[in-house]
């Protein structure tokens, strides 16, 4: 069965960087497209990035410039980079590849000094 297993969060300052990684298993995600997500308390889960099977990258407004994106097909691994790190970034960060409903565990980021 599909999995996919989310890692890479945790606490960092306001300005901070940190890179989160999904690890898929059960599938060869790299024909997928794939996006990170994010959930902040109170709010709903909002999409936060998306790769396609072929490398094209799409952002929502508030992190464009500051987050990127990837893939590494070998590995079966998504990653995204998080630069400028704000606290209105703080949220459970979750991946999904598109056409299958799974979920991760979710991996928490917050930024706060």
């Known amino acids: 069965q599909v999995q996919l297993v989310e890692s890479g969060g945790g606490l960092v300052q306001p300005g901070g960087s940190l890179r989160l990684s999904c690890a898929a298993s059960?599938?060869?995600?790299?024909?997928?497209?794939m996006g990170w997500y994010r959930q902040a308390p109170g709010k709903q889960r909002e999409l936060v990035a998306h790769?396609?099977?072929?490398?094209?990258?799409n952002y929502a407004g508030s992190v464009k410039g500051r987050f990127t994106i990837s893939r590494d097909n070998a590995k079966n691994t998504m990653y995204l980079q998080m630069n400028s790190l704000k606290p209105e970034d703080t949220a459970v960060y979750y991946c999904?590849?598109?056409?299958?409903?799974?979920w991760g565990q979710g991996t928490q980021v917050t930024v706060s000094s």
């Open positions: 790769i396609t099977s072929g490398g094209s990258t």
């Open positions: 059960g599938v060869i995600s790299s024909i997928y497209t």
């Open positions: 999904k590849i598109w056409g299958y409903a799974v």
